[in-house]
Structure formats: structure tokens, C-alpha cells
T-cell receptor, first 111, second 113 residues
Framework: QKEVEQDPGPLSVPEGAIVSLNCTYS??????FMWYRQYSRKGPELLMY????GNKEDGRFTAQVDKSSKYISLFIRDSQPSDSATYLC???????????FGKGTRLSVIA | NAGVTQTPKFQVLKTGQSMTLQCAQD?????MYWYRQDPGMGLRLIYY???????DKGEVPNGYNVSRLNKREFSLRLESAAPSQTSVYFC????????????FGPGTRLLVL
């Protein structure tokens, strides 16, 4: 089992829809969670991060962590065509080792 | 601030040729990384440098070497390129250590014929 699982999609939604992107992880010791957005032919850029269980909101984006279920989500409200990108989750493993990334979910928002 | 810069943006090599991918960051970050990204495979860590003077293997180090030239620069060398190394290569850096948030460069697209 991979440490971090993320459905690759693609996910296609109409403009204005609520989007839910998810990752599951196997190691309960993961403790710091990030979402990156990657536009086509660009490098990933940090979108949001959260440390604890619960929700964190930033504009149209909400990051949710459920440590008991080892499940994290990114919700996008009122999705826009400009949100079309690949979204990668990332997590901090125990010990002094680099972040672990999900494979990314490709999202298309259709106008 | 330019952030993380990578050169070249695009390169075509023939099998067996060598080349060095350059990466520099101007954020005074301690840690730097090299990834490759292939369709369906996500980001795979090749090598990383936790701090100046140290380097460690990642998930897919075979066929690559790295040099942490100074705090700003981290290069990736392909000694004898193979078609399997056709990929998009990303450099990243993080401020305090390997468990911190990473900031990525724009990528280098490499085609090995």
C-alpha cells in the first residue's frame, strides 16, 4: 500500500460547482498536511497547509483533515475555469525525511 | 525575488550524452530537492540536500548525480542519458529543513532520443 493515495482523475465539473479533492494516507504519524496546485507546464505552488484536524478556510478553498480516518480533503466553492489544474496533496512523515506527495488529481472546470 | 530558477527550460539529448541541470534559489533556504514528474507517476524524489554540504538519495537516484555547490545552487547531472530519463525535472527548496514546505521551480523538460 502506498503511503499516500490520491485519485488521479481526471475530474471534470461545470463552472460554479463545489469540488471535493481527497487523499488518504496509511501512516497515522503524518502530522502536517499541504495542498499544492500545478498548472499545465508549470511547477507546483503551495495552496494551503494545515497542521491539525478540522477545517481551514482561505477564500473559496477549504482544507479539511480527519486524522482518525487518515483522510484529507480540499474543497473548492464556486469553481472557476482558472481552477483547472492538477492538485497534489503532501504530508510530513515522521523522522527527518522529506515530504511525501500524492500523485495528484487533474481537475477541469468547464465554462 | 526570483524564487527557484532552473536552466535550461528544455533540452533534447541523444542516448549516452551527458548534461547538467542547474537550479538556484534566492530565498536563503537550507534544503533543496530534485524531482522528476512522469504521467501517472506523480513527483518522484531523485536526490535531496538537507543543508549545504550534504546530499541524500531519494526514491529514484539511479542514473543521476548531484552537487550542492553552495547554499544557493543544487545541480543534477546525467552522466549517460537514457530514453527512460525523458521527463520533466523540478527543483525545489525549503527554508529550515526537509520537513518544511517546499517551493518549486518552473521545471526542465528533457527528451532523450
Amino acid at each position: 500500500q502506498k503511503e499516500v493515495e490520491q485519485d488521479p482523475g481526471p475530474l471534470s465539473v461545470p463552472e460554479g460547482a463545489i469540488v471535493s479533492l481527497n487523499c488518504t494516507y496509511s501512516n497515522s504519524a503524518f502530522q502536517y498536511f499541504m495542498w499544492y496546485r500545478q498548472y499545465s507546464r508549470k511547477g507546483p505552488e503551495l495552496l494551503m497547509y494545515t497542521y491539525s484536524s478540522g477545517n481551514k478556510e482561505d477564500g473559496r478553498f477549504t482544507a479539511q483533515v480527519d486524522k482518525s480516518s487518515k483522510y484529507i480533503s480540499l474543497f473548492i466553492r464556486d469553481s472557476q475555469p482558472s481552477d483547472s489544474a492538477t492538485y497534489l496533496c503532501a504530508m510530513r512523515p515522521p523522522g527527518n525525511t522529506p515530504l511525501v506527495f500524492g500523485k495528484g488529481t487533474r481537475l477541469s472546470v468547464i465554462a | 525575488n526570483a524564487g527557484v530558477t532552473q536552466t535550461p527550460k528544455f533540452q533534447v539529448l541523444k542516448t549516452g550524452q551527458s548534461m547538467t541541470l542547474q537550479c538556484a534559489q534566492d530565498m536563503n533556504h537550507n534544503s533543496m530537492y530534485w524531482y522528476r514528474q512522469d504521467p501517472g507517476m506523480g513527483l518522484r524524489l531523485i536526490y535531496y540536500s538537507a543543508s549545504e554540504g550534504t546530499t541524500d538519495k531519494g526514491e529514484v537516484p539511479n542514473g543521476y548525480n548531484v552537487s550542492r555547490l553552495n547554499k544557493r545552487e543544487f545541480s543534477l547531472r546525467l552522466e549517460s542519458a537514457a530514453p527512460s530519463q525523458t521527463s520533466v525535472y523540478f527543483c525545489a527548496s525549503s527554508e529550515a529543513g526537509v520537513q518544511e514546505t517546499q517551493y518549486f521551480g518552473p521545471g526542465t523538460r528533457l527528451l532523450v532520443l
